[in-house]
């Protein structure tokens, strides 16, 4: 039996799937991953735009940044990659998907129960804390970087920032859900090099659970016991794959 058959087998005989994905579970929708050759850092510096410390010096122009994130986010539609995931959740009755993606996407096909590791493009809250939030709209990108309508400081985005801290609850439930509850994980499309998320299928592997890990190029988790790599791309193998 080859790797993607054994998959096959143990996806479909799981109880409890977990999914875990990347980046890469995004890019054959239309938007750019990270690293890589067209990555979204590749002319720029990850700590100008995506840390604390570069939002804190130059917030306008993380603000542009995250202007053309939001435009390349719109007309976007889920995968079949993403449709496979829904039948998925329908035949077992619960998939959990453990994300570091912020654009919303699993949750615009479908899935129900998605936990951000890395928080989410669609919101914007006040940067001092001082409780302001709104939904992310069209007009904050008019004068880089919006103010609060409430006590005048910076407005943000509420993805994490390098620097900054996981949200605490999501974080913890993800990891349980990894150690303590899923069957077998479904890895896709990430280069498991940022952590603690990098860390979820880890979890997964030390409580004896199987992965089954989808992405063209290798990663640190592809040889390593346990592991099923199916080098692929989500579009392409998750309807076969997942398919009842
Ligand atoms: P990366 O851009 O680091 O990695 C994307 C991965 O997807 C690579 O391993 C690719 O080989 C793989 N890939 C590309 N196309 C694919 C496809 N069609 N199907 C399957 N896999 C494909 O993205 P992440 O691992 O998500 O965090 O990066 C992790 C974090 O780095 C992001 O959440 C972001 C960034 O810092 C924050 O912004 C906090
Ligand atoms: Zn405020």
Same mark, same amino acid.
């Given at each position: 039996m080859n790797g993607y058959e054994e998959a096959r087998i143990l996806l479909e005989s799981s109880k409890r799937p977990l999914v875990f994905t990347g980046a890469g579970m995004s890019s054959e929708s239309? $938007?750019? +991953?990270?690293?890589?050759?067209?990555?979204?850092? &590749? &002319?720029?510096?990850?700590t100008e735009l995506s840390s604390v410390d570069?939002? $804190?010096a130059n917030p306008g122009m993380v603000w542009e940044w995250y202007g053309q994130r939001f435009h390349a986010r719109e007309g976007v539609v889920p995968h079949r990659g993403y449709h496979a995931l829904v039948e998925l959740q329908e035949r077992k009755g619960r998939l959990p998907v453990v994300t570091q993606n912020v654009d919303g996407l699993h949750q615009t096909a479908g899935l129900t129960e998605v936990y951000e590791?890395?928080?989410s493009m669609r +919101?914007?809250? *006040?940067?001092?804390? *001082?409780?302001y939030a709104t939904d992310f709209h069209e007009e904050l990108l008019r004068k880089p970087p919006p103010l609060c309508p409430v006590c005048g400081s910076v407005l943000r985005p509420d993805v994490v920032l390098f620097? !900054?801290?996981?949200?605490? +609850? @999501? @974080?913890?439930?993800?990891?349980?859900? %990894?150690?303590?509850? %899923?069957?077998? =994980?479904? @890895?896709?499309g990430t280069s498991m090099l940022v952590w603690p998320a990098a860390g979820i299928p880890w979890e997964a592997l030390q409580a004896g659970v199987e992965v089954v890990e989808l992405n063209p190029e290798p990663t640190s988790l592809s040889k390593s016991p346990g592991v099923?790599?199916?080098?692929?791309? %989500? %579009? !392409? =193998?998750?309807?076969?794959?997942? !398919?009842?």
């Amino acid at each position: 039996m080859n790797g993607y058959e054994e998959a096959r087998i143990l996806l479909e005989s799981s109880k409890r799937p977990l999914v875990f994905t990347g980046a890469g579970m995004s890019s054959e929708s239309g $938007m750019t +991953t990270f690293r890589g050759r067209d990555g979204l850092w &590749n &002319n720029r510096s990850a700590t100008e735009l995506s840390s604390v410390d570069g939002f $804190m010096a130059n917030p306008g122009m993380v603000w542009e940044w995250y202007g053309q994130r939001f435009h390349a986010r719109e007309g976007v539609v889920p995968h079949r990659g993403y449709h496979a995931l829904v039948e998925l959740q329908e035949r077992k009755g619960r998939l959990p998907v453990v994300t570091q993606n912020v654009d919303g996407l699993h949750q615009t096909a479908g899935l129900t129960e998605v936990y951000e590791l890395h928080g989410s493009m669609r +919101t914007v809250s *006040c940067l001092s804390g *001082c409780g302001y939030a709104t939904d992310f709209h069209e007009e904050l990108l008019r004068k880089p970087p919006p103010l609060c309508p409430v006590c005048g400081s910076v407005l943000r985005p509420d993805v994490v920032l390098f620097g !900054e801290q996981l949200p605490e +609850t @999501v @974080v913890k439930e993800a990891f349980r859900l %990894a150690g303590d509850w %899923a069957d077998v =994980v479904l @890895v896709v499309g990430t280069s498991m090099l940022v952590w603690p998320a990098a860390g979820i299928p880890w979890e997964a592997l030390q409580a004896g659970v199987e992965v089954v890990e989808l992405n063209p190029e290798p990663t640190s988790l592809s040889k390593s016991p346990g592991v099923i790599w199916i080098p692929g791309r %989500a %579009a !392409e =193998v998750l309807p076969g794959l997942l !398919e009842a």
